[in-house]
C-alpha cells in the first residue's frame, strides 16, 4: 500500500462547506488503496481574529508566545479537518507538528526542520487512520514551538514524505498544474505534465508561487516526486522530479515575470576605492536580497557598480547605502525604478547554445528595452520596463514556441 502526502491549499480551508469537500478528496484516495497523510496551512481568516487579540492584550509580546499563538490556526484546521473526516465514518486523527515529532533549530533567525521522529505518524497509519498534520510547526530542544515561516507547509509535507518513505508528495493548488507561463498574462499558457527540480526551483525563485524554493530544495535533496495539482479538480497535475520522460520542446518550458524591480547603481572615483565584497556583504548584513548585478569597469571611465532589488528594500537599502558611504568609498548612488524581469527557463537551455541570443533577437525586433541580464544553465532573465513586462513575457512564450509543448 503506498503513502502519499497530500499538502492542503489554505484556499480549501476558508469555509465548512469547502472544508467538507476536502475530506471527500482524502477519503477518495485513501480507499483508492493509499494511506494518506494530510499536512495542512493555517487558516488565514483565523488569523486576523488572533492578532486582534494578541494586540489589544500585549504591546511588546515575546517571540515565543507570538508562535505558539499562530501556531493554533494550522492546528485548529488540523482538528476540523478530521472531525469533518469522521463524520463520514473514516477513522482519522489530528497532529500538532510536536506531536507529528518534528524537531526544529533556529538558525540565522530562520527556522529549519532538523529531523522527524516517523514512529507516532506510522502508529497511526498502521491503524487505518488518516493522518493530518498542522504544517510549518515543530518543537526545538527546549520544548518551544516554533514556525518555520514562508513555505514551511510545503516544506513540512516534503519532510515527512522523505521521513514516512511516501511514494509523492502532491501539493494542492487553485491551478491544476504548472503552466508554461501564468495564464491570466499569457493566454496561450499549457500546462506542463512534467518538469524537473531545477526547472521548478528556478521558477520558484523568480516570482512562481507554485511551491517555495526551500520545498523544491528539499524535494530535490530527497528525491521526493512532487505533484502539483487542483485542490478542487480530480486532474493528473504537474509531476516535479529529477529528470522528464520527453526530450520534445525542452529548450524552454516556461516563463516566468516579477514587477516592481528597482535598479541601483553605485559609483567610484577609481576602481581601486571599489569592492564588491564590501558592498553586497553590507547589505546582507540588514537581510537586503541583491538579484542581478552589473559591473562596469573601462579605462577611462569611473566605475560603478549597478543591482536590481525588491520594491519593498528599497528604502532600507538606500539607508544602509547612504549610513556606510564613506567606508565603502562610493561617489555617488543612483537608482531607477518602473522595472520588471522577465525570465525564460529550460533544462534543455544546457545542449542548445544560442537560446540567449535568440531571446535578446525577439526582444529587440519588439522594440523592448533590455537594462540588465543575468543568466544559469537554464535559465535567462532580463530586466525591462515594467510597462512592457506583460508584452515581453506574450512575445517569448511565443518565440520558443511553448503553445505546442507536450511534455
Known amino acids: 500500500m503506498s503513502i502519499i502526502v497530500v499538502k492542503i491549499d489554505s484556499a480549501t480551508l476558508t469555509t465548512p462547506e469547502k472544508i467538507e469537500q476536502i475530506s471527500e478528496r482524502l477519503i477518495q484516495q485513501k480507499n483508492g488503496g493509499n494511506q494518506i497523510v494530510a499536512v495542512v496551512p493555517p487558516i488565514e481568516n483565523l488569523e486576523d481574529k488572533l492578532l486582534q487579540y494578541s494586540q489589544i492584550l500585549a504591546d511588546n509580546s515575546s517571540i515565543r508566545e507570538q508562535h505558539a499563538l499562530t501556531a493554533l ?17 473514516i ?3 489530528s497532529l500538532n507538528g510536536w506531536q ?19 514512529g507516532h505518524i506510522m502508529e497511526h497509519l498502521a491503524d487505518d487512520k488518516l493522518v493530518i498534520v498542522a504544517g510549518s510547526q515543530g518543537i526545538d530542544r527546549n520544548r518551544n514551538i516554533l514556525l518555520m515561516g514562508e513555505g514551511g507547509p510545503e516544506t513540512t509535507a516534503v519532510a515527512i514524505g522523505a521521513a514516512i518513505n511516501a511514494e509523492q508528495v502532491e ?13 491570466s498574462v499569457v493566454k496561450q499558457a499549457r500546462k506542463l505534465n512534467q518538469m524537473t527540480y531545477d526547472e521548478m526551483l528556478e521558477l520558484s525563485n523568480l516570482g512562481s508561487t507554485y ?3 526551500r520545498a523544491v530544495e528539499l524535494a530535490k535533496i530527497v528525491e521526493m516526486p512532487l505533484v502539483v ?11 516535479i522530479k529529477g529528470e522528464v520522460d520527453m526530450e520534445k520542446n525542452l529548450i524552454v518550458r516556461g516563463i516566468a515575470y516579477e514587477a516592481d524591480i528597482i535598479r541601483l547603481t553605485v559609483g567610484y572615483d577609481s576602481y581601486e576605492q571599489s569592492s564588491l565584497a564590501d558592498i553586497f556583504t553590507t547589505l546582507a548584513e540588514h537581510q537586503i536580497d541583491v538579484d542581478i548585478i552589473v559591473q562596469a569597469v573601462i579605462d577611462g571611465v569611473k566605475p560603478t557598480i549597478s543591482f536590481s532589488i525588491a520594491k519593498e528594500d528599497f528604502a532600507e537599502a538606500i539607508k544602509v547605502l547612504e549610513k556606510n558611504k564613506a567606508r565603502l568609498m562610493f561617489s555617488f548612488a543612483d537608482f531607477e525604478v518602473g522595472l520588471a524581469k522577465v525570465s525564460i527557463v529550460g533544462a534543455g537551455m544546457v545542449s542548445n547554445p544560442g537560446v ?4 535578446f533577437d525577439r526582444l529587440r525586433k519588439e522594440n523592448i528595452l533590455v537594462k540588465m541580464v543575468s543568466t544559469s544553465e537554464i535559465k535567462v532573465s532580463v530586466v525591462v520596463p515594467q510597462d512592457e513586462m506583460v508584452r515581453a513575457a506574450n512575445v517569448l512564450h511565443d518565440e520558443f514556441n511553448l503553445v505546442e509543448i507536450l511534455a
Open 211 to 213: 511551491i517555495h524554493p
Open 229 to 239: 495539482r487542483s485542490s478542487t479538480e480530480n486532474h493528473a497535475g504537474t509531476l
Open 100 to 118: 507529528a515529532g518534528i524537531e526544529v533549530i533556529k538558525s540565522n533567525q530562520n527556522v529549519l526542520i532538523q529531523g522527524i521522529d516517523q
Open 356 to 359: 540567449a541570443a535568440r531571446m
Open 91 to 93: 477513522k482519522a486523527v
Open 171 to 183: 501539493i494542492l493548488t487553485i491551478q491544476d498544474g504548472i503552466y508554461t507561463a501564468d495564464p
Open 73 to 89: 490556526n494550522a492546528q485548529a484546521a488540523c482538528s476540523l479537518l478530521a472531525m469533518s473526516i469522521e463524520k463520514k465514518g
